[in-house]
């Protein structure tokens, strides 16, 4: 059974640092990774898709690296600001199974201090 | 180009009642899958419909159950409902064939159980 563990669970950092949020998974066999971010109540944004084939993806001041043999990826936040806080969840898609189903880690509650 | 919705936004029920929450897929999509994110959780796969017939399902009892309409938009009913009911439903679309499988998500339904 796959499972997804996000570290830390909860960040705080001072505006226009640099981070990186940790996210590991059990079974290599995954499909693709996908980082989302959540604002409180509301649903899931896509920030950013890696294939298992990929090694990273970028999107402006984001870039989320993937290492699947070791069950590793990381969403590295450049130049954070208060507008980045927000709950950032990491999702693996299932290899078997026609329903390429997500298995999501409990994310990790990021907070940009002005 | 209209993504996921999803109603009603909120919703109060009491216990043993029974729920019926709905979703748009995002326009182009035929699969629709739905989950459950309690609080300070990731979400967790209930199960997944295509061409009106449910593909797979996660973990959770029969008291949930869906249908998909011949329009791809689909229903989560809940019978029975239990306190530990009370979460985010989060109602996802993809597109079956595409090479990606990137999943798309809606804002979600807040249910809360008395």
């Known amino acids: 059974k796959q499972e997804v563990t996000q570290i830390p669970a909860a960040l705080s950092v001072p505006e226009g640092e640099n981070l990186v949020l940790n996210c590991s998974f059990t079974?290599?066999?995954?499909?693709?990774l996908q980082w989302f971010r959540q604002d409180p109540g509301k649903g899931l944004t896509s920030l950013l898709l890696?294939?298992?084939?990929?090694r990273e993806q970028t999107s402006g001041r984001l870039n989320a690296s993937l290492d699947k043999s070791s069950g590793r990826s990381t969403l590295y936040i450049a130049a954070s600001q208060p507008g980045d806080s927000a709950t950032y969840l990491c999702?693996?898609?299932?290899?078997?199974?026609?329903?390429?189903?997500?298995?999501f880690g409990s994310g990790t509650q990021l907070t940009v201090l002005p | 180009d209209a993504g996921v919705t999803q109603s009603p936004t909120h919703l109060i029920k009491t216990r043993g009642q029974q729920v019926t929450l709905r979703c748009s897929p995002k326009?182009?999509?035929?699969?629709v899958s739905w989950y459950q994110q309690a609080l300070g959780q990731g979400p967790q796969f209930i199960f997944q419909?295509?061409?009106?017939?449910?593909?797979q399902r996660g973990n959770f009892p029969d008291r949930f159950s869906g249908h998909q309409f011949p329009n791809y938009s689909s229903e989560l009913n809940v019978n029975a409902l239990l306190l530990g009911d009370s979460a985010l439903y989060l109602c996802?679309?993809?597109?079956?064939?595409?090479?990606?499988?990137?999943?798309?998500f809606g804002p979600g339904t807040r249910l809360t159980v008395t």
């Open positions: 996802a679309s993809r597109l079956w064939a595409s090479s990606g499988y990137e999943q798309y």
């Open positions: 326009s182009g999509h035929d699969t």
């Open positions: 999702a693996v898609m299932a290899v078997s199974g026609s329903a390429r189903q997500l298995t």
């Open positions: 079974d290599s066999a995954i499909y693709n």
């Open positions: 419909y295509y061409e009106e017939e449910e593909r």
């Open positions: 890696i294939q298992s084939s990929q």
